[in-house]
């Protein structure tokens, strides 16, 4: 199965023009999924940067204005948008010239492959 969801995340790497890494990861930016070209910063693709978008989408969240949905960052030569689906963070990185709005649909894409992989995270 989880060969089928990586070939999966990568039909949708494939899809977006510019579009480097999707990554799924828990609250503490551990990969549960991970897939990414050859243009992806390594940096970014770390556990601890993982996380900390994760916490910076979190006190976001707290200014007021209820539950934050997604964060978009715009780096000098990136863009990352990160989507809280609590318990788990979906990443998405890509070229500072790519689509917003295409990156933004991707996780209407993985909506129903989420839940499989929450169950894997409060199952440990």
């Known amino acids: 199965m989880a060969d089928e969801l990586k070939q999966m995340f990568f ?6 023009e510019g579009l480097h890494a999707i990554v799924v990861t828990d609250r503490d930016g551990i990969p549960l999924i991970k897939v990414a070209t050859a243009g992806a910063p390594e940096q970014a693709l770390r556990a601890s940067f993982l ?3 994760a916490t910076a989408a979190e006190q976001a969240g707290k200014m007021g204005l209820s539950k934050n949905h997604s964060i978009i960052c715009y780096y000098d030569s990136y ?3 990160q989507f809280n689906c609590y318990p788990l963070v979906l990443t998405v990185i890509a070229d500072c010239t790519a689509n917003t709005g295409k990156l933004l649909t991707i996780k209407n894409e993985v909506d129903d492959i989420l839940p499989m992989l929450e169950s894997a995270v409060i199952d440990i």
């Open 79 to 81: 863009q990352i948008v």
């Open 51 to 53: 996380s900390t978008q």
């Open 11 to 16: 039909r949708l790497l494939t899809s977006v």
